[in-house]
């Protein structure tokens, strides 16, 4: 259960960060539909596939972390004894 609430925070957390990402990233996305002719930048708002790129990548970049260091640790009986 605490593994399920960390993953879930991770995820809720990361919504924030990836749509302040976005707005990080403009230079990129402008570069991306120059270079490709893929709208990411309209004249009022980045697409909306821009922002679930960003979210996608704050994301699993967090659940790696989260796997990384947040590991548990296993005990050794034979320490307690």
């Known amino acids: 259960m605490k593994w ?3 993953v879930l925070a991770v995820l809720v957390i990361s919504v924030p ?3 302040v990402g976005t707005f990080v990233l403009g230079p990129l996305w ?3 539909e120059e270079r490709h002719g893929i709208e990411a930048v309209g004249h009022a708002m980045y697409a909306g596939w821009c922002f679930l790129a960003t979210y996608l990548a704050v994301a ?3 659940l790696i972390g989260l796997l990384v260091f947040a590991r548990p640790t296993r005990t050794s009986s034979a320490i307690h004894d």
């Open 30 to 32: 402008s570069w991306v």
């Open 17 to 19: 960060v990836g749509i």
């Open 60 to 62: 699993l970049l967090g």
């Open 4 to 6: 399920l609430l960390k």
